[in-house]
């Protein structure tokens, strides 16, 4: 069985600064793992993933992640948080399941808030 | 390249009307296809799949059904809604890979059941 933990269901920064978002995951297999990002009343657009490959990811609009498997871990992170990073984040892990097929588990996600 | 089209955007319905929501996909062939629904602070929950026309898989005991009648089409319908059915449904599509499945979101539907 595979599971997602989200560690803040809501971070505050302030535009300029750092960006982390915590994730921590359970998987009986080598995983893969996501990150997507939801704007209010929109769909999930895929931020990065993680398939087996190097560890640090780069995704788009500056967002990166590394697994670290000794820590079933798979922050997100960002050097400078801007305005437009105002979204809520899910982490997603995909894994075999018991019936042979790949399915995903989402976490509860973070809401990121940045001001101004 | 491929997309995912929903409609309607938003619907509102009174209880114990019936629900239909569609969701299309165009640029691939044969993909898996996911209803997902989102109620306000509890994540995503995967309400049904499909790996092919005429094949549903429901993860979770409800209200809804899906069918797929054409292979790039997938339909979510209720005969009688319930205050417990409004929320935020997406429609997904992946394709398989080695090792891994990526999914691609369409942009939702929000319903309100009054």
């Known amino acids: 069985a595979q599971s997602v933990t989200q560690l803040d269901s809501h971070v505050s920064v302030s535009e300029g600064t750092p960006v982390l978002l915590r994730c921590n995951y359970s998987?009986?297999?080598?995983?893969?793992l996501f990150w997507y990002v939801q704007h209010p009343n929109k769909g999930l657009q895929l931020l990065l993933k993680?398939?087996?490959?190097?560890?640090l990811v780069k995704g788009i609009n500056g967002f990166e992640a590394e697994f670290k498997k000794s820590e079933t871990s798979f922050h997100l992170t960002k050097p400078s948080a801007h305005m437009s990073d105002a979204a809520e984040y899910f982490c997603?892990?995909?894994?075999?399941?018991?019936?042979?097929?790949?399915?995903?588990?989402f976490g509860k996600g973070t809401k990121l808030s940045v001001i101004p | 390249s491929q997309t995912i089209h929903q409609w309607p955007a938003t619907l509102v319905q009174p209880v114990g009307s019936p629900l239909s929501l569609e969701c299309t996909v165009e640029?691939?062939?044969?993909?898996?296809l996911y209803w997902y629904r989102q109620a306000a602070g509890r994540g995503l929950q995967l309400l049904f799949y499909?790996?092919?026309?005429?094949?549903i898989s429901s993860e979770v005991p409800q209200n809804l059904s899906a069918s797929r009648p054409q292979d790039r089409q997938f339909i979510l319908s209720s005969k009688k809604l319930l205050l417990s059915d409004s929320g935020f449904y997406l429609c997904?599509?992946?394709?398989?890979?080695?090792?891994?499945?990526?999914?691609?979101f369409g942009p939702g539907t929000r319903l309100t059941v009054l």
């Open positions: 997603v892990v995909s894994d075999l399941s018991g019936a042979g097929s790949y399915q995903l588990t």
């Open positions: 998987s009986s297999y080598s995983p893969s």
């Open positions: 997904a599509w992946s394709v398989w890979t080695s090792d891994y499945n990526e999914q691609f």
């Open positions: 640029g691939t062939s044969n993909p898996n």
């Open positions: 993680y398939t087996s490959a190097a560890t």
């Open positions: 499909s790996v092919g026309i005429g094949q």
